[in-house]
């Protein structure tokens, strides 16, 4: 069974950083591309950027390009995100999401239950 | 970006009726088109991908077409356990969603 666990959500002030991770199971880790996806309280869906199973394809959102870096260990079997000068509309509950293919078709395949980041003085 | 626009943006419907959620972009993006269920306090769940594949394990009473700029999803027979929001998606270019549609028990 294919298990995503995110960490790392909390209460920051803006302007600071977070680091998010997700561990994964259950499949094979390295032979997939995996995204983070945020939904603000109440809203809906935004993707917010992707990685492919080598690490060679790195995608962002305008939203938070220059700001975030996704980044992976096939070692770890883990997913993460560095989320660096964050501001009030980066508040959202955080998916780690498993895509359907290994590099990014955006084929949103299998999500975690999300960690909750709030920004916030 | 390419804009998804959803009608309607809720529904109420009766347990046995067949329902249909539509889905527009603001461009062509051939089948590149996916849908999504979200129940309350849950993370989304695939249904159905490239516009009308299903999602393994999900009951074929869900059914996705469409190309080009307009697709819909229906559900032949609502079920209790369908009373939820659906999002669609594309993967033509950078993803993005549509601002979801939610069913509710009349």
């Known amino acids: 069974e294919v298990q995503l666990v995110e960490s790392g959500g909390g209460l920051v002030q803006p302007g600071r950083s977070l680091r998010l991770s997700c561990a994964a199971s259950?499949?094979?880790?390295?032979?997939?591309?995996m995204h983070w996806v945020r939904q603000a309280p109440g809203k809906g869906l935004e993707w917010v950027s992707g990685i492919s199973w080598t690490s060679d394809t790195i995608d962002y959102a305008d939203s938070v390009k220059g700001r975030f870096t996704i980044s992976r260990d096939n070692a770890k079997n883990s997913l993460y995100l560095q989320m660096n000068s964050l501001r009030a509309e980066d508040t959202a509950l955080y998916y780690c999401?498993?895509?359907?293919?290994?590099?990014?078709?955006?084929?949103?395949?299998?999500w975690g239950q999300g960690t909750l980041v709030t920004v916030s003085s | 970006d390419i804009q998804m626009t959803q009608s309607p943006s809720s529904l109420s419907a009766s347990i046995g009726d067949r329902v249909t959620i539509t889905c527009r972009a603001s461009?062509?993006?051939?089948?590149?088109l996916h849908w999504y269920q979200q129940k309350p306090r849950k993370a989304p769940k695939l249904l159905i991908y490239v516009a009308s594949s299903l999602q393994s394990g999900v009951p074929s009473r869900f059914s996705g077409s469409g190309s080009g700029t307009d697709f819909t999803l229906t559900i032949s027979s609502l079920q209790p356990e369908d009373f939820a929001t659906y999002y669609c998606q594309q993967s033509y270019s950078t993803p993005t969603f549509g601002q979801g549609t939610k069913l509710e028990i009349k």
């Open positions: 999401v498993k895509d359907l293919c290994s590099t990014s078709c955006f084929y949103f395949q299998h």
């Open positions: 461009q062509s993006i051939s089948s590149y």
């Open positions: 259950g499949f094979s880790f390295d032979d997939y591309a």
